[in-house]
């Protein structure tokens, strides 16, 4: 079942080259993780800020989970953002002032739709449960400044995965991290995707891990504006 | 909701910085305000310098001149009033009191004043303030002198001591003195930061007294001199005085009378409305008002400039956090709230401390700039000036929170990610 499915898709910034985006047919199944590859400045992260709602394209039609993004207004695909889609950075993805706790539950506090499935009395236990399979469980209380790189990616995902999102967007999460560890990041997100069938859409530029992904899909190929000449180099 | 909690945890996590921030719109607000207290302090304290009087009366002169020479002890009077003259206005029935002035003697650089009972009943300044006296009795005997505080401060002068008046000069070395009759210190005035603090008082008979021997604008020789101890009231007819301040019945009459006095047959006499020639005589100053009002408004661009960068300094260290918020969803509405709300916080934290420190300061040392400077405050505690000034802060302060909020609408992630922490 398709969770995601983009066509036709035209974007570009204005005065600018880069990042441009041409995109015939795109689409991520129920449950499904894929790897998508593309050399620096290619516009994977506009590609993910497309599919976020971040940015909306030119052209052409975005349907995630039923909704077509591009019939919505900023505040609507803000709103739907919140509610279905997980968001991690390549790193800094945290707010300072927060604690862990309180950085992960901020979704629930944003989104209607992650606070009805996580009520408040259950709020604690479902972030403890979640930060168990992270191994973060004792780090709740502490200061992100107290907190290692891995730690807070860890931490990151944990934001991300709270109150059952649909897909999880993901920006190099791991190219912080060294070899052992981005493998044992990638397992423990794979685990709780697989039981509450959340899409996943990993982007790097490093192939080192597509293996482990059920798809890999290269920026390159389905982007007919992709500038062909360094295509291929990081 | 949230994005209060998230304002004030974001504040409270550099509370430090936030409390500069607030430091400096504070200490630059209470600067202002204490420039607008002191410039209303300034003008009020000149023209009301003498108040609760319809007219001041003297020789016909310029009425930049009498109000010089009767209120500021500057400058001389070209003539006196005769005995006669002023009895005869003293008894109009439209008159209430007088206030007489004889003028044109001095003490070691202090000018001496004769008057009568009538100044220390009812010299009024600033409003409703009165003359008061620390110690002593009002110089009513003819050989009683009544101090200035600032008279006092300079001569160390206490009760009992001999004053000797020289004749005809209040600056420097006289060239006559009345040193054959010595007046006493009979009272010590309360300061009032008038030109009162800077004068003796002696009585109308004490002044016809030390110049009783005089011929043709002389001292007495020796054998000629009459004792002081023969002289009494009755033998001391008065002759003139040089100005005297006027309060009418009613005060519907005052111009009326202005006219009667300015047409009097018998001498040519003037008569003008000390409140207004005084106020004519600020704005001929106006150029220390200019002054202040310019020096003040630079504090005010100078806080606020600080203020604009400091709050700006501080957001735009936080593209980062905005990025993340807005991957969790936030709306750029919530986050220009953030913003705004957080920069709005602190220019309202900013301005009631600022009016805190303005306030206390201020009335912590009243009673010493009063006794000082001679700075009074008047007026409401807290003016329609500085309403202005403070919700003019409190407007740049939002203004600022939304030029950051602005750049946050159009902030697209990866703005964010290229922010390094």
Not at chain 1, 69 to 78: I, N, V, Y
Not at chain 2, 109 to 131: C, L, M, Q
Request: a neutral charge.
């Amino acid at each position: 079942m398709e969770l995601l499915s983009l066509n036709q898709l035209k974007f570009s910034y204005p005065n600018s080259e880069r990042g441009r985006l041409d995109i015939e047919r795109f689409h991520v199944n129920t449950g499904e993780k894929i790897f998508l590859f593309g050399p620096s400045g290619s516009g994977k992260t506009t590609f993910l800020e497309i599919l976020a709602g971040v940015l909306s394209p030119a052209s052409g039609s975005l349907i995630i989970d039923g909704t077509e993004l591009t019939k919505l207004s900023h505040t609507q695909r803000d709103a739907f953002r919140a509610d279905k889609i997980g968001y991690i950075f390549q790193s800094f993805n945290l707010i300072p002032y927060l604690t862990v706790i309180e950085n992960i539950a901020l979704p629930l506090n944003l989104s209607h739709e992650r606070r009805k499935l996580v009520p408040k009395n259950q709020e604690l236990q479902k972030i403890q449960a979640i930060a168990l399979r992270l191994g973060i469980q004792d780090l709740l209380d502490h200061k992100t400044s107290e907190l290692s790189v891995g730690q807070q990616q860890r931490v990151a995902a944990a934001r991300s995965l709270i109150g059952h999102p649909k897909l999880i967007l993901a920006d190099e999460p791991t190219s912080a991290l060294d070899f052992d560890h981005r493998e044992k990041f990638l397992s423990l997100i794979f685990d709780i995707c697989k039981e509450q069938a959340i899409s996943l859409i990993f982007v790097s530029h490093d192939r080192s891990l597509q293996s482990l992904f059920d798809r890999v899909v290269a920026l390159a190929d389905i982007n007919k504006a992709a500038v062909k000449n360094n295509g291929g180099l990081a | 909701m949230i994005f209060v909690t998230l304002a004030l945890k974001s504040l409270w996590n550099r509370k430090l910085t936030a409390f500069l921030t607030i430091a400096s719109v504070a200490l630059s607000l209470a600067l202002l305000l204490s420039v607008e207290r002191t410039q209303r302090s300034a003008q009020e304290g000149f023209t009301q310098s003498v108040s609760q009087v319809d007219l001041l009366v003297g020789a016909r002169t310029g009425p930049l001149n009498l109000i010089l020479y009767t209120v500021f002890n500057m400058g001389n009077a070209s003539n006196n009033i005769s005995w006669e003259s002023y009895h005869d206005l003293k008894k109009h029935p439209t008159v209430a009191w007088t206030i007489p002035y004889s003028l044109g003697d001095g003490h070691r650089g202090f000018r001496v004043v004769a008057t009568d009972e009538n100044f220390y009943e009812h010299y009024h300044f600033r409003g409703d303030k009165k003359i008061e006296l620390r110690e002593g009795q009002p110089a009513l005997g003819i050989w009683d002198v009544v101090i200035g505080s600032d008279v006092e401060a300079k001569l160390k002068y206490k009760m009992g001591d001999p004053v000797v008046v020289a004749h005809g000069v209040t600056r420097g070395e006289a060239i006559q003195m009345h040193d054959d009759k010595p007046f006493r210190v009979s009272g010590i005035l309360k300061p009032t930061g008038t030109a009162i603090d800077q004068s003796l008082y002696i009585s109308l008979y004490g002044m016809e007294a030390i110049h009783i021997d005089w011929q043709t604008g002389a001292a007495p020789t020796k054998d000629k001199a009459i004792p002081q101890s023969e002289i009494t009231k009755e033998k001391l007819p008065i002759h003139q005085i040089t100005a005297f301040f006027l309060r009418t019945q009613t005060r519907i009459e005052t111009l009326q009378l202005q006219r009667d006095i300015n047409n009097y047959k018998d001498e040519p006499l003037m008569a003008i409305i000390p409140g207004a020639t005084l106020s004519d005589l600020w704005r001929g100053l106006s150029q220390i008002e200019r002054v202040l009002k310019v020096i003040s408004l630079m504090v005010m661009a100078v806080g606020l400039a600080s203020m604009v960068s400091s709050l700006l300094a501080s957001l735009n260290e936080r593209r980062r956090e905005m990025a993340i918020l807005r991957a969790v969803g936030a709306p750029p509405s919530k986050i220009t709230f953030l913003l705004v709300f957080e920069s709005g916080l602190i220019t309202v934290l900013g301005i009631l401390l600022g009016l805190a420190i303005e306030l206390s300061g201020f009335f912590i040392l009243e009673s010493w700039l009063e006794e000082k400077f001679g700075f009074y405050s008047v007026g409401a505690v807290v003016t329609f000036t500085d309403f202005i000034y403070m919700g003019a802060t409190l407007l740049v302060g939002i203004l600022v929170g939304l030029i950051p909020a602005i750049q946050a609408t159009r902030l697209a992630l990866k703005d964010g990610l290229s922010v390094r922490v």
